[in-house]
Every structure is written in structure tokens, then in C-alpha cells.
């Protein structure tokens, strides 16, 4: 009975730590793969502004507010 207690309580416990790590890989592989994609859509966002700046559509103000509104629209 004890010793069926044990190995019951021992599996149990490896259980719930293999499920611990792997949920905090899957949190971190989570915010990984966002940090990346709003990196991604940082650059290439601010990359179509630059251009439009450098063919004189917009001022930098105009284009700052315009990279603020995409980020904040990416992050919601």
C-alpha cells in the first residue's frame, strides 16, 4: 500500500514537472515568436516610410505618427 503510494505520488510528480517545463518552453517559444514578428513588422513598416519619405511624400513627423499608428495596431 505505502510503496503503492509512492510510486503513484513519484509519477505524479514527474508528470507535473515535465508539464511545468513544457509549459514554460511553450511560453517562451510564445514570446519569442511575437518579439520576432514585431521586430519583422517594425522594419519593414518603418522600411515603406523611409521610401515614401526619400520620395518626398511625407515629412518625418507625418511618417512618425504613421509608424506609431501601425505598431499600435500590430500589437493589439
Not at 511575437?34 to 518626398?56: A, C, D, P
Request: aromatic share 16%; net charge positive.
Amino acid at each position: 500500500m505505502v510503496l503503492t503510494l509512492l510510486f503513484r505520488s513519484g509519477i505524479l510528480a514527474l508528470a507535473v514537472t515535465i508539464l511545468h517545463l513544457w509549459g514554460f518552453w511553450a511560453v517562451g517559444i510564445i514570446f519569442v515568436i511575437t518579439g520576432v514578428r514585431i521586430v519583422f513588422m517594425y522594419s519593414m513598416i518603418w522600411r515603406n516610410i523611409k521610401l515614401m519619405m526619400v520620395n518626398g511624400n511625407l515629412s518625418f513627423e507625418v511618417a512618425y505618427s504613421k509608424l506609431k499608428e501601425s505598431l499600435r495596431f500590430w500589437l493589439i
